[in-house]
């Protein structure tokens, strides 16, 4: 288990079962991202306060503008936690700090922030990651479950085939198409030939928007509130 005496922060793998629970009660999806997925734990103070989950992402090509192979970067994809006292720019620091010691020949996270959540990115700019603009809008569906889709897992025939499974999707028929606002970009380098090559990348970041998305928690709420994580 890796840990950090500030704050008594440690960090260690986590179950399914207790990132299923993370993310269906602390963060505003209330759901596990498509599997595979690496699942980081945190505990303040010895008590369970969430998970950091990393994963390929939805995006197959998501590493290709970098020139990286599948197996020398990863999405973060969910900061699911509760109440904390530590900030989460530094939580996600120990979480990155462990992942990289236990991922040889990974060289470089990308991350995403939902700007139709009231999301702009603070935890990622406090962190000191390099933000490269927003992504194009996109198409999403809401599923009669009531949870929204992207658009890989609603298909005319009902099924589809991610990362080499096959699995049973919602139909456009079935749901309520959904057109989103592109997401902004974070990346964060391992080394510094990576951070050499992103760097001209970099854009000036996002301000807090003055007022988040009615219905959602807004990032700007505060970094130590439950269900404001990513």
């Not at 699942?39 to 090509?61: D, H, P, Q, T, Y």
């Not at 192979?69 to 939580?91: K, Q």
Request: aromatic share 8%; net charge positive; charged share 20%.
């Amino acid at each position: 288990m890796s840990s950090s005496s500030k704050s008594d922060l440690q960090v260690d793998w986590a179950t399914h079962a207790a990132a299923k629970y993370a993310c269906e009660h602390w963060h505003y999806s209330g759901s596990v991202p498509v599997p595979p997925l690496v699942k980081v734990g945190v505990w303040e103070c010895g008590n369970f306060i969430g998970v950091i989950l990393f994963s390929r992402g939805a995006n197959n090509n998501m590493l290709k503008p970098f020139r990286l192979a599948v197996t020398e970067g990863c999405e973060l994809t969910r900061v699911a936690l509760t109440s904390h006292a530590a900030p989460v720019s530094r939580i996600i620091k120990i979480a990155l700090k462990f992942l990289q010691a236990n991922s040889p020949g990974l060289r470089l996270i990308v991350s995403f922030a939902d700007p139709s959540e009231g999301h702009h990115g603070g935890i990622y700019q406090a962190g000191g990651w390099i933000y490269t603009g927003r992504q194009q809008d996109s198409i999403e569906w809401l599923a009669p479950d009531g949870k929204i889709w992207h658009g890989r897992m609603v298909k005319a025939k009902g099924w589809t085939v991610c990362h080499g499974v096959r699995r049973k999707t919602w139909k456009p028929d079935q749901c309520t198409k959904i057109v989103k606002p592109g997401k902004h970009r974070y990346l964060m380098p391992l080394d510094a030939e990576m951070r050499a090559r992103i760097e001209p990348l970099a854009q000036p970041y996002p301000k807090r928007p003055k007022q988040a998305t009615p219905g959602t928690t807004s990032e700007a709420a505060g970094q130590n509130r439950p269900g404001r994580s990513k």
